[in-house]
């Protein structure tokens, strides 16, 4: 269920370790963390860099948010998408190491290539 658990018809962020990797499990959704990591940016922004449609971005960034994991401001017309401080990154030539905690103070970290998208979790 994307990470996400439906209690009285309200969704409740993932909370444990093995839910979080679900959330951030799809290709996308770390490329959008990485993506993030190097910028604020709105969803179309978004969508360009990672020749996406903007309605599969969108619906990703929602489990992102809905997890914890980025946040929204309003800008004008625009919604620009930040990462929160359960994610942590930086970058280190070809790769982008990428540390996500849980609400338990768990993390997972990641190691991507800033030129494709394959990644390997560590």
Do not use: W
């Amino acid at each position: 269920m994307n990470g996400r658990e439906r209690l009285d018809g309200q969704i409740r962020p993932c909370l444990s370790m093995a839910d979080l990797t679900v959330v951030v499990a799809g290709g996308i959704r770390l490329e959008i963390l990485k993506s993030l990591l190097l910028a604020s940016r709105d969803v179309t922004s978004l969508a360009d860099e990672l020749e996406l449609e903007v309605s599969m971005v969108s619906h990703n960034l929602r489990i992102l948010r809905d997890n914890g994991l980025v946040k929204a401001q309003r800008r004008k017309q625009k919604r620009i998408y930040h990462l929160t401080d359960r994610v942590r990154g930086s970058r280190n030539g070809e790769f982008v190491q990428l540390s996500i905690r849980s609400e338990q103070g768990e993390s997972v970290v990641f190691h991507l290539l800033t030129s494709d998208r394959r990644c390997q979790a560590k």
